[in-house]
């Protein structure tokens, strides 16, 4: 069972713009976890099914509907990055330094999001993956100077309930970022498939292919994970001079495929710079 927050990053009100895969795994952790006293939803699409029975959340389709009263802890942006711009100005009113801006919008800069929301809003940027969905992804986020300490602790009170968390204080390696983990698990499931594809021309049914790669990639992961010892060694202790293992990693290296992987990550983080130049461009 996850552990409730501490009272000093339980957060009084939290403000949740967009409710779709991503926004709605946020909010079932925080409402597992008791994050915060009272959770507010703007979603235009409405209250999703799957959490239509769940209580003690606040559902709204603009922020119109919002009292002025209403003093959020944090705002948390979950919305497509092409609507990023005509969702951010409703959001201005909270543009203070008593307020979080999270955003998980790929892409949107903290410039760009600044621009729509001023000079004293305080933002952290986050980057998170797919894993989300089973509360294990890993969300890389990046502050401004505006963010207090006691903000970082709350933004990763609320990271926590999607799964492990890290800062990276350069907004410009959030597209290193994506490389590596925001676009990280495709890779796997692609390794998965060529483990499937071998498997079946090997004769293995369709099942055993499918459970064999996947509790292996499951089990090595959480190995590596585990071990104070680098994947490296980890490798070589698996690998015997002249033994299967062997010889598949030399085909790999023959068929440049570590080298090719390197290259895809840079191929990667080429194009997040890219989308987030057109992005700001934008703005």
């Given at each position: 069972?996850?552990?409730?927050?501490?009272?000093?990053?339980?957060?009084?009100t939290?403000?949740?713009?967009?409710?779709?895969?991503?926004?709605?795994?946020?909010?079932?952790?925080?409402?597992?976890?008791?994050?915060?006293?009272?959770?507010?939803v703007i979603?235009p699409?409405?209250?999703?099914?799957?959490l239509?029975d769940?209580?003690?959340?606040?559902?709204?389709?603009?922020a119109?509907?919002?009292?002025?009263?209403?003093?959020?802890?944090?705002?948390?942006?979950?919305?497509k990055p092409?609507?990023?711009?005509?969702?951010l100005?409703?959001?201005?009113?909270?543009?203070?330094?008593?307020?979080?801006?999270?955003?998980?919008?790929?892409?949107?800069?903290?410039?760009?999001?600044a621009?729509?929301?001023?000079?004293?809003?305080?933002?952290?940027r986050c980057?998170?993956?797919?894993p989300?969905?089973?509360?294990?992804?890993?969300?890389?986020?990046?502050?401004?100077?505006?963010?207090a300490?006691?903000?970082?602790?709350?933004?990763?009170?609320?990271?926590?309930?999607?799964g492990?968390?890290?800062?990276?204080?350069?907004?410009?390696?959030?597209d290193?970022?994506?490389?590596v983990?925001?676009?990280?698990?495709?890779?796997?499931?692609?390794?998965?498939?060529?483990?499937?594809?071998?498997a079946?021309e090997?004769?293995?049914?369709?099942?055993?292919?499918?459970?064999?790669a996947?509790?292996?990639?499951?089990?090595?992961?959480?190995?590596?994970?585990?071990?104070?010892?680098?994947?490296?060694?980890?490798?070589?202790r698996?690998?015997?001079?002249?033994?299967?293992t062997?010889?598949?990693?030399?085909?790999?290296e023959?068929?440049?495929?570590?080298a090719?992987?390197?290259?895809?990550?840079?191929a990667?983080?080429?194009?997040?710079k890219?989308?987030?130049e057109?992005?700001?461009?934008?703005?």
């Amino acid at each position: 069972m996850a552990a409730e927050p501490s009272n000093k990053t339980k957060a009084g009100t939290i403000v949740l713009v967009g409710c779709g895969q991503m926004g709605s795994a946020m909010l079932r952790g925080w409402l597992a976890r008791g994050a915060a006293e009272r959770f507010v939803v703007i979603e235009p699409a409405g209250r999703p099914m799957t959490l239509a029975d769940v209580p003690g959340v606040g559902w709204h389709r603009r922020a119109d509907e919002l009292p002025n009263a209403l003093a959020p802890d944090a705002v948390v942006l979950a919305v497509k990055p092409q609507v990023m711009d005509d969702v951010l100005p409703a959001y201005r009113r909270w543009a203070r330094p008593q307020t979080l801006l999270v955003s998980i919008v790929a892409g949107k800069t903290i410039g760009g999001i600044a621009r729509h929301l001023g000079p004293e809003a305080a933002i952290v940027r986050c980057m998170p993956n797919t894993p989300a969905a089973i509360s294990r992804a890993i969300t890389v986020a990046c502050p401004n100077p505006r963010v207090a300490a006691k903000q970082r602790a709350l933004c990763e009170a609320l990271l926590a309930a999607i799964g492990e968390s890290a800062w990276v204080e350069d907004e410009a390696l959030m597209d290193a970022v994506t490389a590596v983990s925001g676009s990280g698990p495709a890779y796997v499931f692609y390794f998965i498939e060529a483990m499937q594809q071998a498997a079946l021309e090997m004769g293995l049914t369709a099942e055993q292919g499918t459970q064999l790669a996947i509790a292996t990639f499951t089990g090595a992961a959480q190995l590596a994970a585990q071990s104070p010892d680098p994947v490296a060694v980890l490798r070589e202790r698996v690998t015997s001079k002249g033994g299967t293992t062997y010889a598949a990693l030399t085909s790999m290296e023959a068929s440049g495929v570590k080298a090719a992987i390197v290259k895809a990550l840079h191929a990667a983080a080429a194009r997040g710079k890219e989308l987030g130049e057109q992005l700001g461009a934008a703005d």
